[in-house]
C-alpha cells in the first residue's frame, strides 16, 4: 500500500482560512488534507505526529487582542494535551526535529513569530526575535502585491520560483526584526525568502502601496534555515485557479493554476521524496 502524503491544517479560535488552505493542499498533490481543531489536539484526539505537513492558517486568532497571534502563541507554547504529561509544543518541537513541513500565513505567520519558530538562528525555535506589527498606514490593507523570491533562499516552498503575484488582508503586517543584528544575520543567511517589489520581480519595495504595510527591507515572508519551516504574509492559498486573480477576465492567457498553487506543489514534492 503506497504512503500518503498527510497535510494539516489548524484551526479554531479565529481562524478564517483554513477551509481554502486543505483546498489548496488537496489541489497540490497531497493525499490527505485534515482540518483539525486545536481542541482536537489538546483532548489527545488528534496528534501532529501523523502528519507530514502542518498549516497554520490566516484568521484572527483571539481576536489579535494581546496584538496579532500572541495568545494563540501562548496558548500553543503551554498548553497540555488532557491526559497527557505532554504538551503540545512537544509535538511540535517533534514535528520539526523529524524534517516535516510547517507553513503559517498571515495570522499563521504572526503566530510562528510570537512563537519563536521564525527565523530561529541557530536552531533557537524558542525565542522570539522579531515581530510583526501594525501596518505603517494604520489600516487594514487589502491589495494583491507582487513579491521576488530570494533564488539563493534555503526555503523548500519556494524552489524554482522567481516571483508570485499574491493578495494580502492584514491590520499587523510590519516586519520588524528585533535588532539590526537579528536583520543582517536574516539576510546573510537568505532566509528573508520574499520580499515586496515592483512588478516585474527585480527591486525591492519599499514604500506604500507596493510595500502595503511599511516592512522593512520590505520583507514578506521568512523561512528557518533549514528551509523548512515557512511564513508569509501573502496569501498563497487564495490564487490557486485563474479565477482567482483580480483581473482574469481582463488578461487573458492566465494559466489555469495560480501562482499560490506553487507553494504547496513544492511542499507536497519535497514530502514525496524525503518523507515517504
Not at 117 to 133: C, E, K
Amino acid at each position: 500500500m503506497p504512503k500518503k502524503v498527510r497535510a494539516v491544517v489548524i484551526a479554531g479560535n479565529g481562524t478564517n482560512c483554513e477551509r481554502e488552505v486543505a483546498a489548496a493542499c488537496r489541489l497540490a498533490g497531497s493525499d490527505v488534507a485534515d482540518v483539525v481543531h486545536i481542541a482536537e489536539l489538546l483532548a489527545g484526539r488528534a496528534s501532529l505526529d501523523d502528519y507530514h505537513f502542518l498549516n497554520l492558517a490566516g484568521g484572527f486568532l483571539d481576536g489579535d487582542d494581546l496584538g496579532s497571534a500572541k495568545a494563540g502563541a501562548n496558548r500553543l507554547r503551554h498548553a497540555r494535551i488532557q491526559g497527557s504529561e505532554e504538551h503540545l509544543s512537544d509535538q511540535l518541537r517533534r514535528f520539526i526535529s523529524d524534517g516535516k513541513l510547517i507553513m503559517g500565513v498571515c495570522n499563521g505567520f504572526q503566530l510562528m513569530i510570537k512563537m519563536g519558530l521564525l527565523p530561529a538562528l541557530d536552531g533557537d525555535y524558542q525565542t522570539q526575535s522579531a515581530t510583526l506589527t501594525f501596518n505603517d498606514g494604520g489600516r487594514f490593507e487589502d491589495r494583491w502585491a507582487y513579491l521576488k523570491i530570494d533564488p539563493y533562499s534555503p526555503c523548500v516552498f519556494t524552489q524554482g520560483i522567481n516571483g508570485v503575484y499574491l493578495p494580502v488582508r492584514h491590520g499587523e503586517g510590519k516586519f520588524v526584526p528585533a535588532s539590526d543584528a537579528v536583520l543582517q544575520e536574516i539576510e546573510s543567511r537568505h532566509l528573508a525568502v520574499m520580499r515586496y517589489s515592483d512588478a516585474n520581480y527585480h527591486r525591492t519595495a519599499l514604500d506604500y502601496p507596493a510595500n502595503p504595510n511599511g516592512s522593512l527591507a520590505g520583507i514578506a515572508g521568512i523561512c528557518d534555515e533549514t528551509g523548512r519551516l515557512f511564513g508569509l504574509m501573502p496569501h498563497p492559498e487564495a490564487y490557486v485557479h485563474r479565477t482567482h486573480h483580480p483581473r482574469w477576465t481582463r488578461e487573458p492567457g492566465l494559466p489555469e493554476e495560480g501562482m499560490g498553487l506553487w507553494l504547496f506543489q513544492n511542499a507536497v514534492r519535497f514530502v514525496r521524496d524525503n518523507l515517504l
